[in-house]
């Protein structure tokens, strides 16, 4: 794994400017800098997983904390009205950063299927 911060850590060190809503020991929530809804915000865990499948057993508890984080994110900011959750998992999914983050979506009807 290459030493350079990835995009996502340098926001969360304050080295390039991003909005934090939410940060704890074990993750930070980041509002999307090209939202594709009214509320989009990615769920990034500090520990630096590449993608989902290179997650290992060791990292179930932190996955969990993931997705309790995501739909709290979504209760906090969305409209109460339903909210997304995706993971791109590979280029060809639309994986464009390769530090594990979860798209929380809301404030807009979602079609499905997805794109
Ligand atoms: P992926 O395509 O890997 O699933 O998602 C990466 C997301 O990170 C994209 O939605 C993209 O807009 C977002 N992103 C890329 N660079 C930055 C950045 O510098 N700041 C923030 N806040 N989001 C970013």
Redesign the pocket.
Known sequence: MSDELT??Q??IAGE????IEYEDEHCAV???????API?M?VVPKKVIPRLDQSSDDDTELLGHLLQIAHTMAARCGDGEGFRI???NGRK???????L?I?VLANRAMHWPPG
């Open positions: 995009i996502f340098k926001i390039i400017p991003g909005k980041l509002h999307d800098i090209n939202p594709q989009h990615l995706v993971i791109n999914a639309g994986e464009t950063v390769p530090h983050h798209h």
